[in-house]
């Protein structure tokens, strides 16, 4: 299994691809998130740099949809993942 955090970080502080510090990200991972262009409610289950800018991936139950962060309003209300698999949400 590949750690990601790792990797990016290793990769990011070898090769930057503009001569920058890399931007800070809009939400969080697991972050309960508003998507303009649906209406609807997910959560943030992941993120990547692509074309200059973060392109988020949204959980929204039946289907995860990609965003950029014109397209989200973070709503600071966190998914818990607890290990007997149950799942509720907290600030």
């Known amino acids: 299994m590949i750690d990601h955090i790792n990797a990016l970080l290793t990769s990011w502080y070898l090769s930057p691809p503009w001569g920058r510090t890399i931007p800070p990200v809009d ?9 303009r262009t649906t209406r609807t409610f997910g959560y943030c289950c992941g993120m990547q740099w692509k074309h200059e800018c973060w ?14 962060q014109n397209q989200i309003i973070g709503t600071f209300i966190f ?4 290990i007997g698999g149950n799942t509720s949400c907290f600030v």
Do not use: F, P
């Open 27 to 35: 939400v969080n991972l697991l972050e309960r998130v508003y998507l």
């Open 55 to 68: 392109i988020y991936s949204i959980d929204c139950g039946k289907e995860i949809l990609l965003a950029t």
């Open 79 to 82: 998914m818990r993942q607890n």
